[in-house]
Structures are given as structure tokens and as C-alpha cells.
């Protein structure tokens, strides 16, 4: 047998066996669907854990932010902002923790 004659041996060898399953497009769309809910579940839980932590010390702030008046030069209206943000600050991790898991579950 020539040489010639064993690289195309080969090649019959090689073409008899079954060519690899191609996945359709809409199999490959579900799999990166399942990666990307897999993804979003993951930060999910990572930024409900940090938000849960972090809530009490900004709440604590919030009820401390009236020391703010303790500086003669503060004005009340000014004061009286600094405490509705630093509020707002702990009341929107709850917000957050709902609008993540909401929009998971959809």
C-alpha cells in the first residue's frame, strides 16, 4: 500500500465515524438563558448579604444625623436635608433587595 493509499485509508476511517450533533440556534439561545439567570440569581444573593449588612449601620446614621445641629452655623433647612438623604440612603436597600428578586422571578 503507498503512502498515498494509507492517508485516504485514513480518511475513510475517519469519515465513517458520525459528525458531531449541531445545536440549533434556539438550543443555544436556552443555554445562555440559563447562564445568564444563573448569573443574575448569584449577584442577587451577593448584593441582598452587602445590603443587608450595610442597612443597620446607614439607619443608624440616619437617626444620628440630627447631631448635625450640634454646628452652630447649620441652618435648619440644610440640617433638615442631610437627614432626609442619609434616610433615603437606608430606605432604598430594601427597595433595591425587592427589585432584584422581583425582576429574577419574572
Excluded: H
Excluded at 485514513?10 to 465515524?17: F, G, M, P, R
Excluded at 449577584?43 to 444620628?64: D, E, N, S
Aim: net charge negative.
Amino acid at each position: 500500500m503507498s503512502k498515498e493509499d494509507s492517508m485516504f485509508s485514513e480518511c475513510n476511517i475517519a469519515s465513517d465515524q458520525k459528525p458531531p450533533i449541531l445545536t440549533s440556534l434556539a438550543e443555544i439561545e436556552i443555554k445562555e438563558a440559563n447562564n445568564d439567570r444563573r448569573n443574575a440569581k448569584y449577584f442577587a444573593v451577593c448584593f441582598t448579604i452587602i445590603y443587608v449588612v450595610l442597612f443597620i449601620p446607614f439607619f443608624y446614621m440616619g437617626l444620628f444625623s440630627s447631631m448635625t445641629f450640634d454646628n452652630p452655623r447649620m441652618t435648619v433647612s440644610v440640617g433638615l436635608l442631610i437627614m432626609f438623604l442619609i434616610f433615603l440612603i437606608s430606605f432604598s436597600m430594601p427597595i433595591s433587595i425587592y427589585l432584584m428578586w422581583s425582576r429574577y422571578t419574572e
